[in-house]
Structure formats: structure tokens, C-alpha cells
């Protein structure tokens, strides 16, 4: 095997990554552990180590998501397997999943479905700490699914995953709890051509229109889905918390409120389906 003239600290001198960064594609190009690389920092790598590092260090620089290289992203201490055809899930959708949590706490059992699942971090994460629940989730895209099912296998956890545009194959079934992360970046959002934001899936970010279309899909129909008592929680952007209480409030939801995130921005808002 050829030796490049190269070392570890020769990578992580020239990358012009953050050191995380460069460390972490040490990882996933070398195979080793973090802890390893403190001991191994002057030996020499071979041509293909060498290469290997450059090719990741290439992605990263022309602004790939880490996610994306490394293959997975930690979410609510899981670690998601995730490919370009699932959005990175983000710890801002941690306050969703505890919203549910806080729901599901005192039932002994419940239905419950996510809409637009992508990797499934929101599904599988309530079928882990709420085991006590059945979880349903829908998709449009069978290559999301296919990831989603993928960690479901890792995590071995219990899924039904369908493809489905919202409600489509759930025709005629109720849940105790609703919940969804849907694409609501407008469609004219500057965003959506910069940072992480271009690698991903555009049908996972934008409703290719005000942001909203999707709330007032899921919102005008979930009520013929949920069980008297049942709830709803939906995550949305930043200047959307009103908007979405709004059509709450309209299709006859009680108890419509905001949660703010980490940040102290309303980030989720949900409400209680009560009527008939
Ligand atoms: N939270 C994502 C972002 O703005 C958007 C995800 C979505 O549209 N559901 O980065």
C-alpha cells in the first residue's frame, strides 16, 4: 500500500474545517474513534486514507451538511440514520416530540400518527419514550420512508409506516394524538438557496407557496381523525405561531396555544378536539 507524506495533524492543519468538523470526517473516512486519533496524530496515511479524508473534506467544504456525510444525526439521544432524501432533523422539533410526550404521559394507551415523517425522528422517538403508545406515520416519498424504516429496524421499534399525502391511506381511522413537522418555509424564503437548506429536500421544506397550505390541509381534516379529547401538535416557523392558532381556532379546535423552543420562540402550537 502506498504512504501519502501525509499525517493526521497535516489533515487537521490544512482542512480549513472547524477541528470537530475535520475530526469527525476522520471518523467516518478512517473508521476510528476520536480517542484513537490523539495517539495516531504523527502516523503516516496511506494514499488511500489520504484520499478518502480529501474527498469528505471536499463535500464539506462546498457546503454538504455534516448530517449528510456522516450519515446519521442524533435526536433526542437516537442517532437517525439520514440521506439526502430526509430533512436533518432538528433539535428545535425536540419540543414537539416533548409536547407529545407531555400528552401521552398519564395514557395507558394511544393512537397516535405523524404526518411527513422523513427519517421518522418524530415517530420513533414517541414509539421509544412512550412505549406504551401505537405509533402510525405517513409519507409521499417511499425514499424517505425507506430511511424511516431503516431506523425503525436499528432502534427496533414498531412503525406503521405508510406512504400516504396526509390522511390519504388513513381513510376512516381516528388517533388520540396528531402530530406533524410539515414543509412551511414560504415558497420565496432567501433560505431555502443557502446554508443546509439547499442540500435538502425541497418537498420537505416548502409548500411550494405561503408556508401555510399544509396547516390548513392537515388542520380542515384532522378533526374526522381524532378521538373525542384527542390532540393535535404541529410545529411551525417563527412568525407562524398566530397564523396556525388561527385555522385552529377556525376548524373548532379548543385549548389552541403556543410552546416556545429552546430559543423562546414559538416553535409549536396545538389544540384539543373536543366538538361533537
Ligand atoms: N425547520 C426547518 C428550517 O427552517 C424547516 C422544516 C420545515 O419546513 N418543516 O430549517
Known amino acids: 500500500m502506498t504512504n501519502s507524506p501525509y499525517t493526521l495533524r497535516d489533515f487537521f492543519a490544512q482542512s480549513g474545517l472547524p477541528l470537530l468538523e475535520a475530526k469527525m470526517l476522520v471518523e467516518q473516512a478512517l473508521g476510528v474513534s476520536r480517542a484513537w486519533m490523539i495517539t495516531h496524530d504523527l502516523d503516516v496515511l496511506s494514499e488511500h486514507q489520504w484520499q478518502a479524508l480529501q474527498a469528505l473534506c471536499n463535500r464539506r ?72 403508545t401505537q405509533v402510525f406515520a405517513s409519507d409521499i416519498s417511499q425514499e424517505a420512508l425507506a ?87 404541529l410545529e411551525h416557523g417563527w412568525n407562524q405561531a398566530e397564523a396556525v392558532r388561527a385555522l385552529l381556532i377556525q376548524a373548532g379546535f379548543a385549548q389552541v396555544c403556543s410552546i416556545r423552543d429552546l430559543a423562546g420562540i414559538e416553535r409549536v402550537s396545538g389544540g384539543v378536539w373536543l366538538a361533537e
Not at 87 to 100: F, K, N
Not at 210 to 217: E, F, M, N, T
Open 61 to 132: 467544504t462546498a457546503g454538504e451538511p455534516m448530517a449528510y456525510i456522516m450519515g446519521s444525526r442524533e435526536f433526542m439521544g437516537l442517532d437517525f440514520t439520514v440521506s439526502p432524501a430526509v430533512l436533518i432533523p432538528r433539535p428545535d422539533t425536540e419540543t414537539l416530540v416533548e409536547a407529545a410526550l407531555g400528552f401521552l404521559k398519564d395514557k395507558v394507551t394511544a393512537r397516535v400518527l405523524d404526518m411527513g415523517t422523513g427519517s421518522g425522528a418524530i415517530a420513533l422517538s414517541i414509539a421509544h419514550f412512550a412505549p406504551q
Open 147 to 233: 430511511i424511516a424504516q431503516v431506523n425503525a429496524e436499528k432502534f427496533k421499534l414498531d412503525v406503521d409506516f405508510r406512504q400516504s399525502s396526509w390522511f390519504d391511506q388513513f381513510c376512516g381511522e381516528t388517533f388520540h394524538l396528531i402530530v406533524s413537522n410539515p414543509p412551511y418555509i414560504h415558497q420565496g424564503d432567501e433560505h431555502l438557496s443557502q446554508g443546509d437548506l439547499r442540500f435538502e429536500p425541497r418537498l420537505a421544506l416548502t409548500d411550494n407557496a405561503d408556508g401555510l397550505s399544509c396547516y390548513r390541509i392537515i388542520i380542515q381534516q384532522a378533526p374526522r381523525h381524532l378521538t373525542q379529547g384527542g390532540a393535535i401538535y
